[in-house]
DNA sequence: TAAAAATACTCCATAGGTATTTTAT
DNA sequence: ATAAAATACCTATGGAGTATTTTTA
């Protein structure tokens, strides 16, 4: 529940055409136009000058803007603590997320989600980061979870938990050995990402850190998939650099070790991104419950 | 505009009632009954516990009257600052306000507030400091002007302006001297407010401050309007005490005259008393306008 | 049994739609 | 000439009413 014409007038004000605003709100163009007009005619203002092509707002559109998005985020509220209350939600909530995130994490957190609200319709894109983040801001998602906070004007960024990137290598692999040196590591034979990934990227600033350039490492082969890596390392006794939530499993279960590299720190953030104004009533809830689930098993 | 079904919400909070609710919101029982039963299922929370003649907020009720008076505050902001915009303001106002400011004060302020906003429907009405806060307090009128505040509970109190009262005597008195002392003024024979009256009240206490009863005054005759006292003293050389405001005009016509009593300072202050809660829009909009009219003019 | 809330129904104002015209680049 | 906003007109839903029943002190 909400005011809708407070709404159309936010979104065109946004927008700044009635026609995109129609399409954005799922009515016909001739319906924006009538609320427009009715809130003018109402506080007897103009809101938008409609001189050339382009419609502008006013100042008193301006002023309009502010308060009216105040009151919508009010509606907002009143709506996520009355669904808090009762601990019941519905409607549509659409992810995005980066790769790892996507495969490793989220899945788990969205099963347990949609077990405790079967009503809320998720739905998950993934991308890299940049991709989450056009995503978001065309609003073809609610939610975005990106490695890293690349802190793109209009959105907030919210830590959501810690990564770590480490050396892995298969469990028959008789010649690992439990620590290494950063030297030592130069002569490894590795499989990583492919270049471009955020997983690479956070292994090249690390080793930068140290006066080290990737094509100093014995790179044996570059992989789109940390799925194909895990698989490749199974039947070799090569390494890999790949993030712990990916082989968190594996690691359990003893079919891959890992291998500590003396002075190498490969941490990073991931985060939740979302439009600034507060959009989704979901997505807020969704934050709560992903900060509680417990990862990693 | 704003949202009815909030408001019925808030009114029924307020009420415990939803037949009152309606009376006060001028439509039927039933569409109040069916606006909180629509809230109560779009929400599906309970609002209002039925059980026991007295109907009361639960839990849920309270939190939700917190975020929906937040909301109807927001619109009554949109709708002030879009008047204020304009400068164009409509709608219905109701006042009351004790005797002296009723008779001397809000006359001008209110002729000046229809000239300039002619939409406006004023109404006053008078009564004593308590009579004014009851009838704000039972939503007969929507903005109170009193003297001194008397702070009660669930009333905001906003100065308005200083008041002092002054002894004063017909110009023709040739027996009256420009100052005097407060053992002179006990001897001179005093026409005064009735028992009960503020401006009564206000005099007694000044004289406690110099341990002097009123019982210790001359008082030749006690009336209960200044109009009467003012005319007594055409005819007379008796003297009066009462507002400077009270006698204005005389005064700068030469018609009375002020006789200063050393050592005694009968100050007051006249303010504005409206609900907490903010309630009419117009009210506030009264109450800029009058801090701007230069009085005594 | 009396007062308040809930239900049943009727009606109309208005939000929304489609088709079309106007406006501005 | 084209794209967007405004207008005209139609429809249907939901908000409001009256009359009535149910509830509970």
Redesign the interface.
Known sequence: ?D?F?LRVFVEVAHQLSFTKAAQELFVSQPAVTKHIQE?EN????QLFERSGGRITLT??GK??LA??E??LD??R???L???L??D?FDGELRLGASTTIAQYLLPEVMARYIARYPDVKLSLMTGNSRQVEEALSDRRIDLGLVEGCSHQPGLKYMRFADDELVLVTGARNAAAREEISLEELLSLPLVLRETGSGTLEVIEQALAAHHVRLSQLRILLQMGTTEGIKSFLAGSDAYAIVSVVAVARELAEGRLRVVEVNGLELKREFAFVHPQGGGHELAEHFMRFASLVPLYG
């Open positions: 529940m005011d014409r809130l109402l506080f007897r203002v100042e008193a002023l309009f308060r009216a105040s009151i009010g509606y509220r009143l709506k603590e009355m669904n209350l009762t019941s």
